[in-house]
């Protein structure tokens, strides 16, 4: 069989081993050398090219929405951490104190997919410390309960909780999520547990003002990925429609990689409307101008009736 492999930019360390595997079993490999972004951005155009009848792509779980669309067989390998428990059991029980401190009784635990196996433990944890844990889902592409996207925290969100726990490095996935309620961070590579609403609500009021900016705008850039879990022509050509009914100018933009400086050479756009990666739009800084994706579309419009009245 003819296989390409495809890791994330932590893995690719792992590349030379998995493909001399393969190799030794019989199969003609490649591998994918592009940044790879995530579980929705599967390296098709480069399967296609070299004839590959396999995708495997390691580190993520399924994106369950590219089950139909790729017609090259695709297998996914998660990539499950480690934690040294006898450290971590010490961090989780910080985090139930200050958890019990603001009178918290139910929470739901959300991780990355690395952290899958090592929830389980958690949850038990938490749980022999009084704390009644939940898993919540995502939407419909997520694969497991409680497995959090930098696209998706729906397992965040569950009826009833009074918190949320994050188990996993780093503030990428935490900072999705919506601090409506306490999000404490549990960090198995720091070791720490920490309340992460101050870091929250700096990126919400960055996005709030991202689209007040974008209200104001006369020339719409409308960012179009051609990544095949991101891609979004439908939602594009709407902008476009509605952005041009209030008198605004609109262009569709397609790329496979977003780059700002390759955007900011149009020199011809005041705003754009994102419809791929919604973290996009965290990059405003980059990419010179405000950022609104077409989730928001609604609420731009409302914004720019309003400026216009």
């Known amino acids: 069989m003819r ?5 994330p930019e932590g893995l690719k360390v792992k590349a030379m081993e998995a493909a001399a595997k393969l190799e030794k079993e019989g199969h003609e490999v490649f591998v994918a050398a592009a940044p790879c972004f995530g579980a929705c951005d599967l390296c098709l155009d480069e399967a296609r090219s070299v004839g590959a009848d396999k995708i495997i792509h390691y580190g993520h779980a399924e994106f369950v929405k590219m089950r139909k669309n790729s017609g090259i067989e695709i297998e996914y390998i998660p990539y499950f951490l480690e934690v ?6 010490k961090m989780l029980a910080k985090a139930a104190k200050l958890l019990k401190e603001n009178r918290v009784k139910k929470v739901a635990l959300a991780f990355p997919v690395q952290h899958l196996e090592n929830s389980k433990r958690v949850k038990k944890i938490l749980e022999k410390k009084g704390l009644r844990v939940v898993l919540g889902k995502g939407w419909e592409h997520v694969r497991h309960a409680g497995q959090v996207l ?8 569950v009826e009833g909780a009074d918190a949320v726990v994050y188990f996993g490095g780093g503030k990428f996935h935490p900072t999705n999520i919506s601090s409506e309620r306490p999000v404490l961070c549990a960090d198995p590579h720091l070791m720490d547990a920490y309340w992460i609403n101050d870091e929250i609500r700096r990126v919400e009021k960055k996005r709030r003002g991202s689209m007040l900016a974008a209200s104001q705008a006369k020339r719409f850039g409308i960012l179009v990925s051609t990544k095949c879990g991101q891609n979004n022509l439908v939602g594009a050509r709407l902008a476009k429609k509605l952005l041009e009914k209030k008198g605004k100018l609109a262009m569709i933009l397609v790329a496979n990689e977003l780059n700002p400086i390759a955007l900011g050479n149009f020199m011809s756009f005041d705003a754009y409307v994102n419809t791929a990666c919604p973290r996009i739009n965290d990059d405003t800084e ?5 950022i609104v994706n077409v989730a928001d579309l609604k609420r731009l419009l409302v914004l720019i009736d309003a400026a216009n009245g």
């Open 3 to 7: 296989i390409i492999l495809q890791f």
């Open 84 to 89: 040294d428990w006898k450290a971590a059991e």
């Open 150 to 157: 930098g696209c998706d925290s729906g397992a965040a969100d």
């Open 286 to 290: 980059a990419y010179g101008k405000p």
